[in-house]
């Protein structure tokens, strides 16, 4: 029985030695290669076309921004003004939410024992090797309520922050930089030196610029051999991520409960040396509805309750005796966004607990937000580089 010709090889390549016709056919096959090549390049000449548009939409409003009063500054500005390169899930988050509608799965069970950390029993006791072995802080924790004003803070239902400061040294009155947004904040608070200096001045890239230009925390513990990690809620923040600095990453745009499972997964895989948690939502809540507004008060709620489940879990792994908590935030605000040099957006709260640190302190000396990155590396035992501006807050110690 004779197979039946595939169809496919009728259709394609005649034997160009046919008719004329057939030869004719064959050319203008040929032809088509070439002219699927051009239609590539003209996609590719149109996507060449957009991305530079972009780009001088981006160059043309932070011209704009540049021109603005500071109050113009904030990143909710950005994002109206500019395409949006960090386009945020919606916040779904109701007008007048009930207390219990707000933090649903939080369910914030007190976490933090009653008694002084020295004193807690660790249910598991990992061995600690390593440079650090021996020293009484093996880990720092800094956790970044992104735009958590320490007004808000306190007048919110935060139980876990609450006990942390019964055991910990806390200031309200602590400073970030100017210009008061999520990555120029973040990039001082985390490589200890001003925006002048790392070059993240503004909240979006612009055509020419610098990028991060300055080591941070990071890059120094991970050269000293120690281990870090990182979960982040906001995109851009991977612009501070340098290559072969951060051993666990997870950072891109997400609410605070896909940031907490991460951060938890790393916490339960092994603790790194330095782990920097960021939860981005007070911030977007605060651009949504305002600064000091119910809704945001709810969201620090809703952040307390996943500070709580991180203790926790640094307890429930053997980590909390061996851990330096330090609770902060990027920047705070006013009205519906934030970035200028109000007190209201300067003034952040810092909470530090943990082996040797004074308990139930209010601090006097001013801290700095680039005191964060310092007062890792010192706990750490790390040489904190001659140039940064930012100093270990000593009197945290006992
Ligand atoms: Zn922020």
Redesign the pocket.
Known sequence: MPMPTPKSSQKENPPPQGSHRQRLAAKRQKRVIPNKFAGLIALLILAIGLVNFASVSALQAFAFNAEQSAVGQT?AGFAGRVDDPYPLPEIVITPTPEPAAAAPAVEPAPVVAEEPVADAEPVVAPVETGPLAGQPIQHVVIISV??MRPDAMELAVTPNIDKLMAIGAYSRSAQTVCNS??LV?HASMLSGVLPEKHGIEWGVPYIGWPGMSSPTLFNIAHEAGLSTGMAFGKDKLNYLVFNNSVDHLFGQDAHDPEVRDHALEIIEEGLPNVLFVHLPDN?RVGHAYGWMSENQLYAIQYADGIIGEIVTALEENGYLDTTLIIITA??GGHGFGHGDDAPEDRTIPWLATGPGVRQGVILSSPISTMDTAATTLFALGLQIPDYWVGKPVLEIFE
């Open positions: 990143e992104d735009g947004i999520t904040s911030d990027d920047h």
